[in-house]
């Protein structure tokens, strides 16, 4: 049963054998088990009660599968067994170095990479144990609108010469599958435009470092500054012309020293990541280094140590054409979603797990990719589109300022509804006459109107016309008898968790306040319709916001 787990006995222990369903599929087969509950190692024997030695049984047998173990030796030792598959399964290189990093990306990878304009990188510390780290390079495929990793690779060290080794190394095996050479637009024309990346100065140097390289026998005019030769550039100079700071980094770095910085720094120091001319930039350069030493020493090394985070945030300082700047990603998130994806596979993995549930996952992504390409068939229901996702964060940014659950405030905004006459009804009938909230269950008291069902399922929000981000005004409308929830609302108010107000004609409509205030309003959804079979099932959603 052991053997059956094949690669994933790489990182098995006791606990998590017992959570892999193929493991506890042949358990209960060899066990003929037919229990509600599954089976123990100890049914099967019982010394395997004693968790110390299951453990030494799996290491013995990990020891013989795998005998240069599960470090950098191993991961030498799965090169050498890939050199055995057939020509057009295995994809190694080797360059004689004894630089420690391994390097994991297919043909198809090196294309998707060759082809692509806007990247971001980032680094995992999190995925693999030990010395190692996870670097990856990113970007978003536009035809299949899904976020792919084109590069993955594992590495020792952070610095910047160990970065410039591995970006040339990268790019070395990238032109090699591709017969594409690495470009970059202010340099050939083409190619790359943006790089965005968070502040690990490691990173940033080794990246102009590598451009730098590109460039020695390069003797041409840089079409940004023609006064100057692409081959006289330093690293800080290329990344003027191509690199951008995740923002989301920047603002969370800013946060950690709000504790230290008065309200004023802060907004100095968030006022110079723009796309436009700051109004008064020595200002805010003299507010923030007054505002003490914590706020002295970040604009030190935004200045001086490193020099080339105040260009990658502030675009008049940048030599990025302002419109390539506009178009490009602002934050490094899709790398943030690939960790995510793939740490959901594990986290705290050897070497060797690391590179093996990596190569799964972006063999998965793979396939999924080429199905859609070939059938058609995406992913999910609906296709992350640019107008979709700018939706989901507009909503999301509502959500963090508000403190509450959003519904489809972004839609509300754009497609603001006009009052129809069944509305205008419905706002005369919904005058407070007096308490229902008190009325039972099926109480001849609860007012009953002969409303359309449509209006179950529909947000009305009344006077968006006018400046709605100043002025924002929201309501749900339900109106119809109290059903039968008692359960329900029984088991929320044991658990303490909020109450169903009863169900009744009610219109409730919250006044707002700025965008720029600590908390804004949408609709709530407590007022809940009751169930009918007439109604449309998205008025469910709901019901399923007040148990969140």
Known sequence: MLIGMNWKLADAT???????????????RHLGWNHPF?????????????????????????????????????????????????????????????????????????????????????????????KWQEFEIESWDRETMRSVVAVRAFTTSQTAQAHLILLSRIFQIATTDTGIPVQFRHIHGMGFSVWVADAHKGQALGLGMFCV??????????????????????PYDHLRRFFRLCLVHFDRNIRQLRSHISKEVNDAMHSLASSDVHPDL?????????????????????????????????????????????????????????????????????????????????ARLEASRKLF???????????????????????????????????????????????????????AAFEPTENTDDVPNNSPKAQQLPVPTEHFDRETWPNMQQEPFKNLIG??????????????????IKTKRRKLIPFGPRFQVQAQASIGSSRIYEPRTQDLAPFDETMHTSSFSSLFGALE
């Not at 178009?327 to 979603?337: D, L, V």
Request: proline residues 5%.
């Open 373 to 427: 390409k070939t059938q058609g068939i995406f992913s999910r229901d609906q296709m992350a589109t640019h107008f979709r996702r700018s939706e989901k964060a507009f909503n999301r940014n509502f959500f963090n300022i508000s403190g509450g659950s959003t519904k489809n405030c972004f839609t509300a905004l754009l497609f603001p509804p006009t009052l129809t006459d069944s509305d205008t009804h419905l706002l």
């Open 38 to 130: 599954g089976p123990a190692l100890s049914d099967l024997h019982p010394s395997l009660g004693n968790t110390d030695h299951v453990r030494r049984l799996i290491d013995d047998l990990r020891l013989k599968i795998f005998p240069s173990g599960t470090g950098f030796e191993g991961a030498q030792f799965l090169v050498e067994q890939q050199q055995l598959s057939p020509p057009d399964e295995h994809h190694l290189m080797d360059d004689g170095s004894t630089f420690h990093f391994i390097i994991c990306m297919s043909r198809t990878m090196s294309k998707f990479l060759m082809e692509t304009e806007y990247v971001t990188i980032d680094t995992s510390f999190k995925r693999v144990h030990h």
């Open 213 to 234: 390289a590109l460039c020695a026998d390069i003797d041409k005019f840089c079409p940004y500054e023609p006064s100057r030769l692409l081959n006289s550039l330093d």
């Open 475 to 492: 309501g749900y409308v339900s109106t119809a008898q109290r059903s039968t929830y008692s359960s329900l609302e029984g088991a929320l």
């Open 282 to 362: 020595n200002s805010a350069l003299s507010i923030i280094d007054q505002g003490g030493k914590k706020a002295q020493a970040w604009l030190k090394d935004k200045l001086t140590g490193s020099k080339f985070v105040l260009p990658a945030i502030y675009q008049p300082q940048s030599l990025i054409p302002y419109l390539i700047w506009k178009s490009a990603p602002s934050s490094s998130n899709g790398n943030e979603q690939s960790h995510r994806n793939v740490n959901r596979d594990g986290v705290g993995l050897t070497i060797l797990a690391g590179i093996m549930r990596g190569m799964q996952f972006d």
């Open 14 to 28: 006791p606990r998590n054998i017992m959570t892999n369903s193929g493991f506890t599929d042949a358990l209960c």
